[in-house]
């Protein structure tokens, strides 16, 4: 009891009394700064990581998801339909280059057919202009007035000056019977002189 109530002793108490009260509120302390010196340490590792691309999913995404994939498959579609197209196309060229081929062989065969036909036409219209130059005027006339312009301007031109002249009298005295052999014979001698022109053109 007398060690209780010694000042020394009293003293060494005060003093680890004070000690122990000083190091409880230090650790005290201690611990809030080490907390917040943590959570800011924390926050600035967080800004500093970049930002995730989505950290969610919403309706709208579902929509805009959806409406990528409805039109991804109307491109695959249309792509689908291009090339069943150009397929179709290429056929089509094909055949069309057959068909142009058999038009050019059937062209080429009537080509060489009219030349044939003009040969004959040719060869027969010299034998009847042979056949109106022994005729008298009056009678080739009257054949002429049944054969169309054309005809007639080709025989005529087949047949010498001094055969074709009596038969265009005959039909100007014959006009004043029938008007129109006159205007038939002035046009049958236009006709007949620009054929001669090409003639000696090309000769």
Known sequence: MKLLRHPA??????????????????????????????????????????????????????????????????????????????????????????????????????????VEIQADESKNLRTLAQTYTSLTPRAAVAIFREMDDATVVKILSLMKSESVAPIFEEMSRASSADPSLARRAAALSEKLRLIRTARSAAS
């Open 9 to 114: 002793f009293l003293v060494l108490l005060g003093l680890l009394s004070g000690l122990g009260a000083g190091l409880g509120w230090f650790w005290r302390a201690a611990d809030v700064v080490c907390a917040t010196l943590l959570a800011k340490h924390a926050s600035q590792v967080e800004a500093r990581k970049p930002a995730a691309p989505w950290g969610f999913w919403t309706i709208e995404m579902e929509n805009v998801a959806s409406e990528l994939k409805e039109e991804r498959a109307r491109v695959s579609q249309k792509a689908d339909d291009l090339i069943q197209r150009e397929t179709r196309l290429a056929a089509e060229r094909q055949e069309l280059e057959k068909v142009r081929a058999q038009i050019e062989s059937l062209r080429q065969e009537v080509a060489t057919k009219v």
